[in-house]
T-cell receptor, first 112, second 114 residues
């Protein structure tokens, strides 16, 4: 079974803090993704990576950056957290030749 | 851009009833995926469809890839309380490049009363 883990289930941070969200997958998948999920807006893509050290912007990259130093790990960074970044953050991974994505349990982030 | 229209937005049913939800697109999809998300959790893959006309079952769940490649439906038979959650359809954009992300429907929220 594919396993995608996220470092925290719940986080509370203050405005202006730098926030790191970590995601690890154990299936040697090439592609990894970060989404945020908000009521009424569904899942929106922030960034994705198709290889180590490679990254591509998604639909809403502003205020975020990512890092992929190792194949199994994809980090999402909020450079200076703001209240409008309060959300559920979901990481996913995908094999190179298939479309199926596997999600982690999510991190619910509250920025005060 | 491409969008997925998922309906109904929400459903309130009695335990034991059958459920049907669908997803439509204005453009062709080559893959349809159905996910379920429990409250406070990440989406879990239920069924993946890769060919037009394909009908696939997973326990009490059945999903079909529409013959026009622009729609898909998911049926749940004899619903039980643990079927409660949000069901999402998803698919890759046409001319998908390696590593590009899925497009998701807005979800169908299912409530089951016992």
């Amino acid at each position: 079974d594919v396993k995608v883990t996220q470092s925290s289930r719940y986080l509370v941070k203050r405005t202006g803090e730098k926030v790191f969200l970590e995601c690890v997958q154990d299936m040697d998948h090439e592609n990894m993704f970060w989404y945020r999920q908000d009521p009424g807006l569904g899942l929106r893509l922030i960034y994705f990576s198709y290889d180590v050290k490679m990254k591509e912007k998604g639909d809403i990259p502003e205020g975020y950056s990512v890092s992929r130093e190792k194949k199994e790990r994809f980090s999402l960074i909020l450079e200076s957290a703001s209240t409008n970044q309060t959300s559920m953050y979901l990481c996913a991974s995908r094999e190179g030749h298939l479309e199926t994505q596997y999600f982690g349990p999510g991190t619910r982030l509250l920025v005060l | 851009g491409q969008q997925l229209n998922q309906s109904p937005q929400s459903m309130f049913i009695q335990e034991g009833e059958d459920v049907s939800m669908n997803c439509t697109s204005s453009s062709i999809f080559n893959t349809w995926l159905w996910y379920k998300q429990d409250p406070g959790e990440g989406p879990v893959l239920l069924i993946a469809l890769y060919k037009a006309g394909e009908l696939t079952s997973n326990g009490r769940l059945t999903a079909q890839f529409g013959i026009t490649r622009k729609d898909s439906f998911l049926n749940i038979s004899a619903s039980i309380p643990s079927d409660v959650g949000i069901y999402f359809c998803a698919g890759p954009p046409f001319k998908n490049q390696a590593g590009t992300a899925l497009i998701f429907g807005k979800g169908t929220t299912l409530s089951v009363s016992s």
